[in-house]
């Protein structure tokens, strides 16, 4: 079993971190969705935004860990056939990715402490407001949370219709890396 990236494919803890974020992201999209066109009296009115705000902490998590590993273990190095644009644009999409997810965890947050209380995760332990009662906070904050959502959904589009040009247009191993699989360096 392969952990660590090599300089030529994705250990399993990138690939599992990776595919971890993106189905948190898509189903964090998908309840931040639907919980806002629930009514007061809907049962998941109060328990859908508490299950979205643990997720949220626990994607903060893992995002953390995800950007701590790219230290320990490298992402393994571009393929020889990428163009320089290739290349430039993976890391800004990447950048943007990170951005975008991050600012969406920050938003979150400022949201659910904007009144100075806590986010419990799961009951478990709770996670104390810093930053509170700053003006708009919470519809800043808001606005910004939405937008960043729709942002990285869009960009996430991108990099996964990249990802499958490469495989069957470009016929390279970006995707099969990402996957976990040996592959060659084409």
């Not at 904050?141 to 219709?161: D, E, N, P, R």
């Not at 990802?163 to 084409?186: E, N, Q, V, W």
């Amino acid at each position: 079993m392969l952990l660590k990236n090599t300089s030529t494919r994705f250990g399993h803890i990138s690939v599992l971190i990776h595919w971890l974020v993106a189905i948190a992201v898509y189903g964090m999209f998908a309840l931040g969705l639907w919980m806002v066109t629930l009514s007061y009296y809907d049962t998941w009115y109060h328990r859908a935004p508490e299950l979205h705000k643990s997720i949220g902490v626990c994607l903060f998590i893992i995002m953390a860990i995800r950007v701590i590993w790219r230290f320990i273990s490298p992402p393994p190095k571009p393929l020889a056939s990428y163009s320089h644009f290739t290349r430039i644009s993976s890391k800004l999409m990447h950048f943007a990715l990170y951005i975008a997810l991050f600012g969406i965890l920050a938003s979150g947050y400022l949201i659910s402490t904007a009144e100075g209380g806590s986010i419990s995760l799961f009951g478990w332990f709770d996670i104390p407001a810093i930053l509170t009662e700053q003006g708009l906070q919470a519809d800043t904050a808001g606005v910004v949370h939405l937008y960043l959502a729709w942002i990285l959904v869009v960009f996430s589009l991108f990099h996964a219709l990249a990802a499958l040009k490469h495989h069957f247009i470009d016929k390279d191993s970006t995707l099969t890396r990402m996957l976990g699989f040996k592959s060659d360096t084409k």
